[in-house]
């Protein structure tokens, strides 16, 4: 037997594409895994870890800025002014009058806009929810959508005519909110998120509640039904006045750097500014007083008895709205843009236009919680 001597082959030098395909010509020996590896999350934190993928949600809808700061200017001009210079036997300047419903479309128009977009994102993410949620999202935005566009482009008088219409748009809005606080429920883990999502369903059921008592024939004509309602709508209005409160400590940025020092140091300043108008308000007539806050935030419950108890959550409210609108991320300010809708909406709101803000507002508040978790999940 005759032996020959082979040379060794030279190693080939891999291409890039077989580096990340593996594609090697001897077979690498599997990696024992360490004991220091980290154990498999958790089914919840696997879904918060995987919100990472879906930047959409973290991203302000088109329009949203607009729409909200459309909703407060009418809010101030047509609910705010007017009847404070009414009161003083002095009318709105013309320009401002001119400017009150033009404020109105503008807010509608662009909520229209931001809300599709929102809702769209929502029911397109992979994962968030199952697939029937998804199309009762969708088919009640599409009811309040097409509810809110009605009542615009419509001649005035044609749609308050109606008032089954408005019902229907308010039952669609509490459906709606619900089914979007349970969807953000199943994914978010925190404490404040959860907590923020509960309150606004708690609004948005305790409101509900009191509108099938108030108009159902049978139920309306029990004997308890008038102390019912009252106490639904209390709890309502509850729940309503500490949604900005919770959702405080999760849109605001709490970060130890300047710009998020900066956003809280703006919203301190709102919050003392809020609470001197509280103070000059004291001197307006009692009348007065309870027409701008029902007009306004359409709060009543409380109005006679403790109507400055008020002063507090409304300019924690205000604090916390400002505080994330002048953050620089947009997780924050897609927060705090809700905050101001929500004030804009108002609790219960039985108009076109309120509703549209409501929903709009439940719509980015559930966007900026599963969008700061996910964030939070990234962290190291």
């Known amino acids: 037997m005759r032996l020959t001597w082979e040379p060794p082959r030279k190693s ?4 890039r594409s077989e580096m990340s395909l593996g594609d090697v010509d001897s077979p690498q020996p599997e990696r024992a ?24 949600l973290s991203r302000v809808p088109p329009l ?3 729409a909200a700061g459309a909703a407060i200017c009418h809010a101030v001009l047509y609910r705010l002014l007017l009847p404070l210079l009414a009161a003083r036997g002095l009318g709105l300047p013309v320009p401002l009058r001119l400017a009150a419903p033009f404020s109105l479309k503008l807010a509608a128009c662009a909520g229209m806009v931001a809300l599709l977009v929102g809702t769209l994102e929502l029911v397109r993410t992979n994962g968030l929810t ?17 509810t809110v566009a009605a009542a615009t482009f419509l001649p005035n008088g044609h ?82 006045l500490l949604v ?59 109005l006679d008895s403790a109507s400055l108890g008020y002063a507090v959550p409304v300019s924690l409210a205000v604090g916390a709205a400002t505080s994330a609108l002048v953050s620089r991320d947009q997780r924050h300010r897609q927060g705090g843009a809700a905050l101001w809708l929500w004030l804009a909406g108002g609790y219960n709101p039985l108009t076109p236009a309120r509703v549209l803000w409501s929903a709009l507002a439940a719509t980015l508040v559930c966007r900026a ?3 700061v978790g996910a964030a939070r999940s990234k962290k190291p």
């Open 159 to 240: 749609f308050a005519a109606q008032p089954q219409l408005v019902l229907l748009a308010a039952g669609a809005l509490h459906t709606f909110v619900v089914q979007l606080s349970m969807t953000t429920l199943r994914m978010d883990d925190t404490l404040a998120g959860r907590t923020t999502v509960g309150l606004v369903a708690a609004a948005s059921l305790f409101a509900l509640a009191s509108l099938i008592v108030r108009h159902a024939e049978p139920v309306s004509q029990w004997p308890f039904a008038t102390e019912g309602v009252a106490s639904l709508h209390a709890l309502g209005e509850l729940a309503y």
């Open 369 to 371: 919680i599963l969008g």
């Open 244 to 302: 900005p409160i919770a959702a405080a400590f999760v849109i605001c940025p709490w970060d130890d750097d300047a710009s998020s020092r900066s956003a809280r140091r703006a919203g301190a300043i709102a919050v003392f500014c809020m609470a001197v108008l509280f103070t000059a308000s004291t001197r307006l007539p009692s009348a007065v007083y309870t027409h701008v806050m029902y007009s306004t935030l359409r709060l009543e419950w409380a």
């Open 130 to 146: 199952y697939l029937g949620r998804r199309i009762v999202v969708a088919t009640l935005a599409g009811i309040l959508l097409t």
């Open 12 to 15: 080939r030098k891999l291409t």
């Open 64 to 66: 949203t800025h607009l």
């Open 33 to 56: 895994s360490a004991p220091s590896d980290p154990p498999p999350a958790s089914d919840s934190s696997a879904r918060v870890a995987a919100l990472g993928r879906w930047p959409a």
